[in-house]
């Protein structure tokens, strides 16, 4: 079993619509969560970073995190075309030296 | 500010000819750095790590090696490419404390021909 599961889509939805992606983990170590975002032949740009448990919000961009399901998830409110990219999740341990294992990506298309 | 540069952005090799790619970060010091695959379609696939000179972790068995010769500098290596070497290569760098996320450089084409 991968540490880290995210459905790898892709995922097209109209414009304005709200998105929602979600990854799964088995290491109940993992303490810090991110969702990247990664256009096409690009590095990924961070978008969120939590490490408790509930909802972060950041403009159109809410991350969710659920640990006793070991569960995340990033919402996408009023979706645009130019949130169509890849979306990693990614997460870590509490240790200066962890691991950052990252989940295979979500393809998003959003269609005007 | 702290930045990640990573060069070159995109490189063809052919079979058997040695590889070296750089990255170096700015405005930061004995930050962890990360070098990562990702095929076409797919996820990033941790391959090395190095959490200081000297001190490098592999997490996979392969064609490639990496080293850490200055804080900053991270390189990655291989002595003879293989067609499966072809992927897209990035570089990430974290601040030494367990509550931060990590920032990418722009990645490396790599198409071994």
């Known amino acids: 079993q991968k540490e880290v599961e995210q459905d790898p889509g892709p995922l097209s939805v109209p414009e304005g619509a709200i998105v929602s992606l979600n990854c799964t983990y088995s290491?109940?170590?993992?303490?810090?969560f991110m969702w990247y975002r990664q256009y096409s032949r690009k590095g990924p740009e961070l978008l969120m970073y939590?490490?408790?448990?509930g909802n972060k919000e950041d403009g159109r961009f809410t991350a969710q995190v659920d640990k006793s399901s070991k569960y995340i998830s990033l919402f996408i409110r009023d979706s645009q075309p130019s949130d169509s990219a890849t979306y990693l999740c990614?997460?870590?341990?509490?240790?200066?030296?962890?691991?950052?294992?990252f989940g295979s990506g979500t393809r998003l298309s959003i269609r005007p | 500010s702290q930045t990640i540069h990573q060069w070159p952005a995109t490189l063809v090799q052919p079979v058997g000819s040695p590889l070296s790619l750089e990255c170096t970060v700015e405005?930061?010091?004995?930050?962890?750095l990360y070098w990562y695959r990702q095929a076409a379609g797919r996820g990033l696939q941790l391959l090395f790590y190095?959490?200081?000179?000297?001190?490098i972790s592999s997490e996979v068995p392969q064609n490639l090696s990496a080293s850490r010769p200055q804080d900053r500098q991270f390189i990655l290596s291989s002595k003879k490419l293989l067609l499966s070497d072809s992927g897209f290569y990035l570089c990430?760098?974290?601040?030494?404390?367990?509550?931060?996320?990590?920032?990418f450089g722009q990645g490396t084409r790599l198409t071994v021909v």
């Open positions: 990430a760098w974290l601040p030494g404390q367990p509550n931060t996320e990590a920032f």
């Open positions: 290491n109940s170590a993992f303490q810090y």
């Open positions: 939590t490490y408790s448990s």
């Open positions: 990614a997460m870590r341990r509490y240790s200066s030296a962890s691991k950052i294992i």
């Open positions: 405005g930061t010091s004995n930050p962890n």
């Open positions: 190095s959490v200081g000179i000297g001190q």
